[in-house]
């Protein structure tokens, strides 16, 4: 690892306060006087893969069993040659168990087959140095997001290593290229220089092989040279392999979670069972900001089971024998909630007020190149266009929920979660006990896309324990988890392009709402050479929050939609347009060639039928996609979806396969419904029967194929998400002439263009 | 109280008889893989199978199903533990992400084979609507559907 500077060190890290500050307000949510100065220094230089020294002493009583020797970090060994990867992310079906564990196994040569898996406890000790340290050097594209995903956890501590966050496709492309891969190598090699010191031999000529040593015709198990090599200074930096010598890196690998997937015994965070637990559930506020003024449970105290009722202030809580006991106590409490102003806004307010904004404030410029203004003056002509999208709920399918158990001033939370030490650090800071008194034990998640980063349902969890005195499973309805979520922001953006004699562009100029998580959302991919995108602040009262690919939600379906419009502007095959402004950038031009290709664009369509493209990059991958869309009914049937995509290269094909489809049917279910409307000031669905989710019946088939390239390995559970409503819409233009410039396309008629 | 046969077992439970079938397989009898997702037979989550017939637990009044059969998640494995054809083709394409849904949706599956051995893709989707997968693994579901099929 580089020495860092100190000086940039400290540089960085008060851009990183600020930034937070700034993001904190729009998004703030807990802890905001926590945020104190976070200081340079030492602490920094410990954001490595594999920890030096001694580590058994620090880490072995968190992880390790009877006979098991921690070998680094990240891998253990027991007497029976089990090797245990310890895995500092949460698992939600993206597979990230099996991914990082086959990169662990890979450098250090064990025994795929007979390998197991834990996840990290939620222990400073296991957070993603890795990810930190790209995170606080600017090293990396972390997005920005990861400020309010931590919350209390890395800015209250300032410990700057503070974070076990699973979000922004961060886990293979950081925690596995960064730590994974090292630790194994360190791990292997340890292990060789204890077999070198036992059999007296030379390391050059010791191999490994499956979870055993070898020396000539001699082999012993890794479990024999464990004790000696936990003893020993692991290599910093030791010899990784190169991508052509990979044997399980690269291979579809089974995931591992998924046997106890399909017999039932997965454990999710609900499935947490405590002894003497009762039962809670919630209703909060349904306008941010409001607190109880009158509250009359006269009618709830009386029924069966009812063990308590609580006033919480911005929330109140039952307490029961059972969920459906509190749940029935919970609806016939009667509460009037204290007036604010918020009371009157609605979502046409919202998106008025981000049309004021974007014609009367001063914009915030994120990428510049060239002389926009002075161009589209000067243009032959120009083009213009408007979007909007409107809020999103994540709708996991796993409620929110959280069992706490507060006593004698310790709490223990468990919990599905994406933020297991910011929930500790959150929890600790409202209860007001020290954060080693917090003991956080994870489960699988039913779903997190980003809602599980924030640890407000935890903290209910913790507040309602403490409150009752007994040990609380809190299950939010299905209401509740839809009208008291993080939301995707709603978001409008004006877009104006000045043209060439031809209609191509060479000055595109945005203006929109809300700053980017990441900042690269808004940047264009093409060769465009005067560009000026710019932000405008437009704070709303609905809690906003990280959603499956974040702001390349809206920004993929903004950019995508507005180089289609141009294209047909200028009388050009929408996809020829694209190869025409991606000319230097091959990379691009692969993968949208691949998705051409796959789709046969171009060729004889049923009528009715048309096909639109889209491309975009984040999360360092590429990912164009060909939606076939029927508009014959009227309605939009999505018939097929092509999808190539360049992550670099995928660890497990299949599992990034999965990715790219899940991230399509996520897209697809927002392009065509998603929609949170804002009433009184309150969120106005409640279920599925108004949140519509795609279902069986309207989901499309979809192929996917993996370009494999010499690039840094990219993110996979995100980047399949933004191409889908931009390659949608593109493609609902061609069949109908009609373009959707809102989102969701919702009940939106279409007729056929002749 | 209230007379349940549930995989096979016996039981009697002390509860009010309107409580849905859900809580009382997850809390009283800590069946936990039958999955809350709505409360209002919307998601399809909870669907166990009572007499062979799949159904929404989650508004099912456990007064309904005194005295029938109820086969959940947790039932479908023979005597000898060897997983169901359909578990095994959910394995075998590597069906769940997040796995929350995919009790109910297996339940849903195993209803819809017993019935209709040889189910084409409309017959898929119209079976299958009723239980929602936030993954996305629906072209995942309907290719392991078929490939059960072909071993049922």
Not at chain 1, 59 to 86: P, R
Not at chain 1, 269 to 275: H, L, Y
Not at chain 1, 443 to 455: C, K, T
Request: one cysteine or more; charged letters at 20%.
């Amino acid at each position: 690892m580089t020495k860092p500077n100190k000086k940039n060190a400290t540089k960085k890290i008060e851009e990183i306060n600020r930034s937070s500050l700034k993001v904190w307000s729009r998004r703030g949510f807990i802890g905001a006087g926590a945020i104190a100065g976070i200081t340079a220094g030492g602490a920094l230089m410990v954001g490595i893969a594999i920890r030096p020294g001694d580590r058994t002493e620090d880490l072995s009583a968190y992880v390790t069993n009877g006979d098991e020797q921690l070998i680094t970090t990240w891998v253990k060994i027991a007497s029976d040659n089990t090797v245990t990867a310890i895995i500092p992310h949460g698992e939600m079906g993206q597979g990230v168990h099996t991914a990082l564990s086959a990169m662990l196994a890979e450098e250090m040569e064990a025994d795929w087959d007979a390998m197991k898996i834990i996840e990290a406890p939620a222990e400073k000790d296991y957070a993603n140095f890795v990810l930190a340290r790209e995170f606080i050097f600017g090293s990396a594209n972390v997005p920005t997001v990861l400020f309010d995903t931590v919350n209390g956890a890395m800015l209250a501590a300032a410990k700057s290593m503070n974070m076990q966050i699973t979000g922004g496709s961060t886990s293979v492309r950081f925690t596995g290229t960064g730590a994974m891969l090292t630790a194994g190598a360190a791990a292997k090699e340890l292990l060789l220089s204890a077999a070198s010191k036992q059999w007296s031999v030379s390391i050059s000529e010791l191999r490994a092989e499956k979870g055993f040593i070898y020396h000539n015709d001699k082999k012993a198990p890794f479990s024999e040279f464990a004790e000696i090599a936990a003893t020993l200074k692991p290599n910093l930096k030791p010899k990784l392999k190169k991508r052509n010598e990979y044997q399980l890196i690269g291979k579809s690998l089974p995931r591992v979670d998924i046997p106890s997937k399909v017999d039932g015994t997965a454990i999710f965070g609900i499935d947490a069972t405590v002894s003497g637990m009762k039962y809670g559930t919630v209703k909060a506020a349904p306008v941010h900001g409001q607190k109880v003024k009158v509250m009359d449970a006269s009618l709830a105290k009386k029924m069966p089971g009812v063990y308590g009722i609580y006033n919480m202030e911005d929330y109140i809580a039952v307490v029961a024998d059972g969920y459906w006991q509190a749940k029935n106590a919970l609806d016939v409490i009667d509460v009037t909630w204290t007036n604010n102003e918020i009371k009157n806004i609605d979502d046409g307010i919202i998106f008025e007020q981000y049309r004021t904004a974007i014609k009367t404030r001063k914009g915030k410029t994120l990428h510049k190149s060239g002389n926009t203004k002075k161009l589209i003056n000067e243009s032959a002509s120009f083009y213009e266009a408007e979007y909007t999208v409107p809020f999103l709920a994540h709708a996991c399918m796993e409620p929110m929920n959280a069992t706490a158990w507060y006593r004698d001033g310790k709490c223990d939370i468990w919990a599905g979660t994406q933020n297991p030490l910011g929930t500790r650090q959150v929890t600790a800071d409202t209860l007001d006990i020290d954060i080693d008194s917090v003991t956080v034990h994870t489960a699988f998640m039913g779903g997190g896309f980003g809602r599980r980063a924030n640890p407000d349902y935890t903290n209910q969890a913790a507040q309602i324990s403490k409150k009752s005195g007994v040990p609380v499973k809190l299950i939010w309805s299905r209401e509740e988890t839809t009208q008291q979520d993080f939301y995707r922001p709603s978001a409008l953006g004006c877009f104006k392009a000045g043209l060439d004699v031809n209609g191509i562009p060479v000055a595109w100029e945005s203006k929109f709402v809300h700053d980017m998580d990441p900042p690269e959302a808004s940047a264009v991919i093409y060769d465009i050479p005067n560009v000026k995108a710019q932000y405008m602040e437009s704070p709303s009262h609905i809690r906003v929050g990280a959603w499956r690919s974040v702001d390349h939600t809206q920004h993929g379906y903004f950019t995508e939609s507005f180089i289609d419009e141009l294209a047909s502007n200028a009388g050009i095959d929408s996809y020829e347009f694209r190869r025409r402004l991606l000319k230097t950038k091959p990379r691009h031009l692969n993968v949208l060639d691949t998705a051409a290709k796959m789709a046969g664009w171009g060729k004889a369509l049923p009528d009715g039928h048309a096909q639109g493209i889209a491309i975009v990059e984040s999360f360092m991958s590429i990912v164009a996609q060909v939606v076939t869309v029927d508009i014959s009914s009227g309605v939009p049937r999505v018939v097929n979806v092509a999808c190539a995509a360049d992550a670099g290269m995928a660890i497990n094909p299949n599992g990034f396969i999965a990715q790219m489809e899940s991230g399509i049917i996520f897209g697809l279910s927002a392009a065509l419904y998603g929609e949170i409307t804002i009433s009184n000031g309150s969120v106005d669905q409640s279920n599925f029967y108004d949140y519509r989710m795609v279902r069986m019946d309207d989901a499309p088939s979809i192929d996917v194929e993996i370009i494999t390239s010499d690039n840094r390995i990219g993110g996979a559970g995100e980047p399949g998400t933004p191409p889908i409503a931009p390659a949608l819409v593109n493609a609902i233009y061609k069949a109908s002439g009609q373009r959707v410039r809102n989102l969701p396309i919702g009940n939106q008629k279409f007729s056929v263009k002749t | 109280m209230v007379k349940l046969i549930v995989n096979g077992q016996n039981h009697e439970i002390n509860i009010n008889p309107d409580t849905p079938l859900l809580w009382v397989l997850r809390e009283k009898l800590g069946l936990i893989g039958t999955k809350f997702g709505c409360g209002s037979s919307l998601c399809g989550a909870c669907t166990i199978h009572i007499d062979g017939k799949p159904i929404r637990s989650c508004v099912t009044p456990v007064s309904n199903i005194e005295g029938k059969s109820v086969t959940t998640i947790e039932g479908l494995a023979d005597a000898e533990g060897s997983l169901h054809p359909v578990q095994e083709a959910w394995i075998e394409h590597q069906v769940p992400q997040c796995g929350y849904c995919q009790s109910g949706q297996i339940m849903s599956a195993i209803a819809l084979l017993e019935r209709n051995p040889n189910p084409s893709d409309d017959d898929i989707d119209t079976s299958m609507r009723g239980n929602i997968c936030r993954c996305g693994m629906y072209g995942r579901i309907k290719a392991a559907i078929k490939s059960a099929a072909k071993k049922v």
